[in-house]
């Protein structure tokens, strides 16, 4: 019987550097309890293969340098910004970062 008829599909989830993430408490947790999950790690210090760090330096290069009368004022530009799709993003910018820098895709 081969693993994938054991076990099942692998399900693979990348994630960041966050300490959260690497708590041994919780990845041990998986390994005993989710043998499907595998977790891989990005590089350190590479945003640009995180495309979120893409999405949230955009959202904040539209944000910065204005003024807004409330924060809820802020609050609906950043839901239109993020939920409505009115974000537009350059996804062959660079992120800045310690290390260097590719071109997410």
Known sequence: MSEFE????KVVIILDN?????????????KLEMPNLVLE???EYSPDYNLVE?????AKEFIS???FKSIEDLEALINKLLNEGELAINWH???KN???????I
């Open 6 to 9: 054991k076990d099942g599909p």
């Open 18 to 30: 966050a300490s959260i993430h690497k708590k041994e408490e919780f990845t041990e947790k998986i």
């Open 41 to 43: 790690f990005l590089p």
């Open 54 to 58: 893409l999405v949230w330096h955009s």
């Open 65 to 67: 340098n204005r003024l």
């Open 93 to 95: 910018r660079k992120v």
């Open 98 to 104: 310690k290390g260097s820098a590719i071109d997410a």
